[in-house]
């Protein structure tokens, strides 16, 4: 079974623009959330999808959304960057389940901001 | 409301000596316990998880994590580490909140291992 893919890996955009990175689940997940990790925050977590509707939200500004697809497929936005906004964002998927409900993460994103 | 504590940011061992990576958690509910590796510039992998089953847990790579109500603890464990160990690692506490499993990181501990 193919893990939890994103894309693009790296990306470079200048401060005041907009980015969206996209996150496909693991098959047959419903459940797609989205992570920021930097080194002084640590991971922090952003928002949740389930069947296409945010069920949960992290303590950031509306400048971050998302959404999900019919399919699962999950894209985050982030408009009018900062150059705080540099970090490693994750995407994981999971079954959330009551005996399933472990987190499978994809490999990141790395956004720079300058 | 949870929470997870990891109590060391860093771990030092030599290679095959034993490694004990601490996490304390706080949690209303019976909680959902999971470890997570994170080696440099990767994702997160999945290491073991405790879903009140047996208390001791078995994962990957040779770890495994006892589940200690009475201490509020799910300390990870190797017998003898490995050069490939170094990395960061993350105890996990997740419950139920409003249907979903949202679950909340520690801040991380990164095991240094010498040759």
């Known amino acids: 079974k193919a893990g939890v893919t994103q894309t693009p890996r790296y990306l470079i955009k200048t401060r005041g623009q907009q980015v969206t990175l996209s996150c496909s689940p693991i098959s047959g997940h419903r459940s797609v959330s989205w992570y920021q990790q930097t080194p002084g925050q640590g991971l922090q977590f952003l928002f949740e999808y389930f069947s296409e509707t945010q069920r949960n939200k992290g303590n950031f500004p509306g400048r971050f959304s998302g959404r999900q697809f019919s399919n699962s497929r999950s894209e985050m936005n982030v408009s009018t960057l900062e150059l705080g906004d540099s970090a490693l964002y994750l995407c994981?998927?999971?079954?959330?389940?009551?005996?399933?409900?472990?987190?499978?993460f994809g490999p990141g994103t790395r956004l720079t901001v300058t | 409301a949870q929470s997870v504590t990891q109590l060391d940011s860093h771990v030092s061992v030599s290679e095959g000596t034993p490694v004990l990576l601490r996490c304390n958690y706080s949690s209303s509910y019976s909680p959902s316990l999971f470890w997570y590796v994170q080696h440099p510039n990767k994702g997160l992998q999945l290491l073991l998880k405790?879903?009140?089953?047996?208390?001791l847990v078995k994962g990957i790579n040779g770890f495994e994590a006892e589940f200690k109500k009475s201490e509020t603890s799910f300390h990870l464990t190797k017998p003898s580490a490995h050069m490939s160990d170094a990395a960061e690692y993350f105890c996990v506490v997740s419950d139920t909140t409003g249907g979903s499993y949202i679950p909340t990181f520690g801040r991380g501990t990164s095991l240094i291992v010498h040759p």
């Open positions: 994981a998927s999971s079954l959330n389940r009551p005996d399933v409900h472990e987190q499978y």
């Open positions: 405790y879903t009140s089953a047996a208390t």
